[in-house]
């Protein structure tokens, strides 16, 4: 009986490890690398923090700007520590609603991230932000260094002389001195709670806001942005995906090695979210990982992909997933070859193929230079 019941759990623990696949070591390897990978992230990362009023809303906007790795909703500015969400929302803790934004530098600058956070702000309010009134909502730039006050005073001067507010520029840049990360419930409020959260959006009255002060300038970038690339309701994706498909991108599965449809696949052309359709990876970054599931050095447009904290097999790993259609696509690990070092581990069920004669049909043409040698 001790013989078969050991058995028992060690084909339990390697199914467990198989359903998580894109592992090519044993987890205590694994585990030292991703450490690895997260510690060189972090050193090429820099950090932002901004106040704007319901950080559901400036989380939610930010996560969408290419080159930005990660949001987070806190509190900031105030001398209470630990703060909770009811200390802070009751006015009496002199923390504010925050966001801190950890970005790439070489994909997206301090001054891109200024611009984005005034064009989502009232910065003529300072007392409180839309529906959201009181000093804990209020707008703030919280610099980090010396570069960061610079470059922030800089924006408010310009967006003084500009002329799109006949009030004058009241959102204050402070110096960061500590920030507290909001309740779990908070973070990623607007994938948690899509409708509560269109509801609140829409009722704040902060769109209505944006689109009188910046017009078509803003509609632009939000089509550009959002309306291509959009995710379909749940009832639409259970009829247009597999039940593998949906599975993978829907609920965080994991496909079974070499029995996908990319893991060998040899063809010149680009990978889109089966979900968005947005472009995620390029054939001419693939390689051969061994792995049995399609892998990639790089994506195609780092702005189409978002990495997040996995905690689920053990230790900590690197989630990715698609930016707009929020697809879980795979993980990311720090075993790949050069010129990156990454091996991006992906599903063939959270992906289609294009191939390089049907990109120009399929609206991607602006990639067939990729395999055609053209500048």
């Given at each position: 009986m001790?013989?078969?019941?050991s ?15 894109c592992?090519?070591?044993d ?9 690895a ?5 972090d050193q090429?990362?820099k ?6 009023g319901?950080?559901w809303?400036?989380e ?11 949001v987070i ?8 520590e630990n703060?909770?969400y009811?200390e802070?929302?009751?006015?009496t ?13 070489e ?9 984005v956070?005034?064009?989502h702000?009232d ?5 409180g ?5 009181g000093?804990?909502?209020a707008s703030?730039i919280f610099y980090?260094?010396?570069?960061q006050k610079?470059?922030a005073?800089?924006?408010k001067?310009e ?18 001195t500590?920030f ?5 419930y ?9 409708l509560?959260?269109?509801y609140?959006?829409h009722g704040s009255?902060r769109?209505?806001?944006?689109d009188k002060?910046?017009g078509?300038?803003?509609?632009a970038?939000?089509s550009a942005?959002e309306g ?13 995906l597999?039940p593998l498909?949906y599975?993978?991108t829907?609920?965080?599965g994991t ?13 010149d052309?680009?990978?889109?979210d089966i979900?968005s ?6 054939s001419k970054?693939?390689?051969d ?5 399609p ?13 997040k ?7 900590k790993?690197?989630e ?5 259609g ?8 720090p075993d790949?070859?050069?010129p990156?070092?990454?091996r ?16 120009e049909k ?14």
């Amino acid at each position: 009986m001790r013989k078969t019941g050991s058995i028992i759990i060690s084909l339990a623990l390697m199914t467990i490890i198989f359903l998580y696949g894109c592992q090519k070591s044993d987890l205590a390897k694994e585990g030292k690398s991703t450490m690895a990978a997260n510690t060189a992230q972090d050193q090429k990362s820099k950090v932002a923090t901004f106040a704007g009023g319901c950080f559901w809303c400036s989380e939610a906007d930010f996560e969408k700007i290419p080159g930005v790795i990660k949001v987070i909703s806190g509190y900031t500015g105030g001398k209470k520590e630990n703060p909770t969400y009811e200390e802070v929302s009751a006015g009496t803790t002199g923390h504010v609603e925050a966001i801190q934004v950890t970005y790439d530098p070489e994909k997206v600058n301090y001054e891109r991230l200024l611009e984005v956070f005034w064009r989502h702000i009232d910065p003529t309010d300072g007392k409180g932000q839309f529906v959201d009134r009181g000093t804990q909502y209020a707008s703030a730039i919280f610099y980090h260094d010396e570069e960061q006050k610079r470059l922030a005073e800089k924006s408010k001067e310009e967006l003084g002389r500009s002329g799109k507010f006949a009030k004058p520029i009241a959102t204050p840049i402070l110096k960061f001195t500590r920030f507290y990360e909001a309740e779990e419930y908070h973070q990623d409020y607007y994938k948690k709670n899509p409708l509560r959260y269109s509801y609140y959006r829409h009722g704040s009255g902060r769109d209505q806001f944006l689109d009188k002060v910046w017009g078509k300038e803003r509609t632009a970038a939000k089509s550009a942005a959002e309306g291509r690339y959009g995710k379909p309701d749940d009832e639409t994706l259970r009829k247009k995906l597999t039940p593998l498909q949906y599975e993978v991108t829907q609920q965080e599965g994991t496909e079974p090695p070499f029995q996908n449809e990319y893991w060998n696949h040899k063809k010149d052309g680009i990978y889109v979210d089966i979900v968005s359709g947005e472009p995620l990876f390029s054939s001419k970054d693939k390689y051969d990982s061994g792995t049995g599931w399609p892998s990639f050095t790089k994506p195609l447009e780092p702005g189409n992909i978002v990495k997040k904290d996995d905690y689920k097999l053990f230790s900590k790993r690197t989630e990715v997933r698609s930016r707009h259609g929020d697809s879980h696509l795979g993980h990311v690990f720090p075993d790949g070859p050069s010129p990156t070092g990454l091996r991006y581990c992906m599903n063939s069920a959270a992906l289609r193929f294009i191939p390089k004669e049907d990109l120009e049909k399929e609206g991607y043409g602006q990639y067939l230079k990729l395999f055609t040698g053209e500048k």
